[in-house]
């Protein structure tokens, strides 16, 4: 089994269920087992559902596999690193709501302007972390997971 299974069976192996709702999920994530950020666990999600081991119906994350079936091996702790596929730029995005009260449309539209400003030279995270820096916010963590992203391409 992966450590992206491992990952999504826990809050419901915790809380004995197959659904959660969203908030409540993204919580057990974050806080009660503090694996991740808020933003990063709600990344995660977003991840495992495009690859299809939850689901979203209405507001409820649902497992689609057997959380019976899975054996979280003791002491278990995911290894970050292992998503650093989960949207990067959603991640920044999200950084910078929590940060400036600012909604998602109008961070993507100054992330839009500077793509035109700068003619398209830059991609939308390597933009988005400038924006983020433009309103003071730490991003470090997420430049060279960016960079590392960028020579993948």
Partial sequence: MSDILYTAAMPFKRK???????NDYVM???????WFKPAAARAFVKAAIKTGILSMEMDMIK???NVEDVEI????????????KIDIFEQIIERIMENTGDDKQSIIARINQKKS????????????????RECGIQVDDLIERSYEE????
């Fill in 63 to 65: 497992a689609q596999f």
């Fill in 117 to 132: 400003e700068t003619r398209g030279l830059f991609t939308i995270e390597v933009l988005g972390i400038l924006v983020a």
């Fill in 150 to 153: 960028l020579l993948r391409k």
């Fill in 16 to 22: 004995g269920v197959d659904s959660m709702k969203e």
């Fill in 28 to 34: 057990a994530l974050s806080m009660d087992l503090n």
């Fill in 73 to 84: 091996p003791v002491g278990f702790i995911p290894n970050s690193a292992s998503f650093t």
